[in-house]
Structure formats: structure tokens, C-alpha cells
């Protein structure tokens, strides 16, 4: 009887473990974007950020998450990046950022019941997408991923805008003085 009250006793603490949120979870706009941009300080640097030059990065995100609960991976990028800009002493609005998302990332950008009606849960992304909108980040999908994946407009949230490729999103951006960057 004693081990079967431990046992339940076990449980039910696993149980609210599990069901609290996580810290990350909790967060939304700048202090969701600084704790996943998080990093270690480094101590006087000795190659420092020019803060008189446009910073123009976009990020070519194609990896999906592990598993569907999961973040998609490389839409941290460019939270991290902003952070560094404020550790550097950058002004942000010398900071333009995109993403170009296709492959199997593309299920990131799903409004939350069109990914929860294809996973059977919610679609982890959503807040840091809004974060990094919210600070100006571009959010570009690939209108092929899109087509190929079977997402219709009305399944993405409204923050992403639609290209006819990626590689022409990801042309036009880098004609535009953008440099290109993999996370």
C-alpha cells in the first residue's frame, strides 16, 4: 500500500512537472528574442562590430525540428544575432534580417490549428515568429515548399510573406545588399 502511495505520489509530481511551462515558453517579444539569442560575454574583444555600416543578413532556413513539439532549429538565428547587435552597441535600425524558409521547415510557419490538425499539437514556432516580426525581421516562404507541401495561404500565419522560389527570395535579397547566412 506504502510503494503504491509513492508510486502515485511520484506520478502526480512528474505530472506538474511536465504540465508547467518552460521559462522559454513563457516569454514573448524582446524577452523571448533575448533569452534563445542568449550567449556567453566575451570579455574585451579585440575584432569589434563597426557601428557606422548596414547590417543586411538573411538566413536560409531549410531543417526541421526533430520532432513535431520541437522548435524548427534555425529560426533562433536571427534572435541571436540580435542580441549580439545590442552587445556590440549596434543600433538596430542599421539592422535589416530575413528568413527564407523552404524544405522542411516550411511547417513552421503554419497558423497554430492548421499545424495541430496535421501534428496533434501546438506549433512551437508561433511566438518567436511573432518576436522577430515584431522586431522587423522578414519572414519569407518559398511558394514551391508551399505548393509542394500542399499549405494553403490561409494555413500560414499572416506575418509570412510568399515568394515565387527561394532562391529568387534569397536573389532579390542578396541584389538588395544582403549577405546570406545558413544557421
Not at 515568429?129 to 514551391?144: E, R, W, Y
Not at 529568387?168 to 544557421?183: C, D, E, K, S, V
Request: hydrophobic share 50%; with cysteine.
Amino acid at each position: 500500500m506504502r510503494r503504491a502511495m509513492q508510486a502515485g505520489l511520484v506520478a502526480a509530481l512528474v505530472a506538474v512537472v511536465l504540465a508547467a511551462p518552460s521559462p522559454v515558453a513563457a516569454q514573448s517579444g524582446e524577452a523571448l528574442l533575448k533569452s534563445l539569442g542568449a550567449q556567453s560575454p566575451v570579455p574585451n574583444p579585440t575584432f569589434v562590430a563597426d557601428k557606422s555600416v548596414a547590417y543586411e543578413v538573411a538566413w536560409d532556413v531549410t531543417a526541421g525540428p526533430a520532432k513535431p513539439g520541437d522548435r524548427t532549429p534555425g529560426l533562433a538565428a536571427p534572435a541571436n544575432f540580435l542580441v549580439n547587435t545590442d552587445v556590440n552597441g549596434v543600433d538596430r535600425k542599421r539592422v535589416h534580417l530575413a528568413i527564407v524558409v523552404h524544405g522542411a521547415a516550411t511547417f513552421a510557419l503554419m497558423t497554430n490549428a492548421a499545424y495541430k490538425a496535421m501534428y496533434g499539437v501546438d506549433n512551437p514556432n508561433i511566438d518567436l515568429l511573432q518576436a522577430l516580426d515584431g522586431a522587423g525581421v522578414q519572414v519569407i516562404l518559398c511558394g514551391q515548399a508551399a505548393i509542394n507541401r500542399k499549405i494553403a495561404r490561409d494555413q500560414l500565419l499572416p506575418l509570412v510573406k510568399v515568394a515565387t522560389t527561394a532562391g529568387f527570395a534569397l536573389a532579390t535579397l542578396h541584389a538588395q545588399g544582403y549577405a546570406t547566412f545558413t544557421p
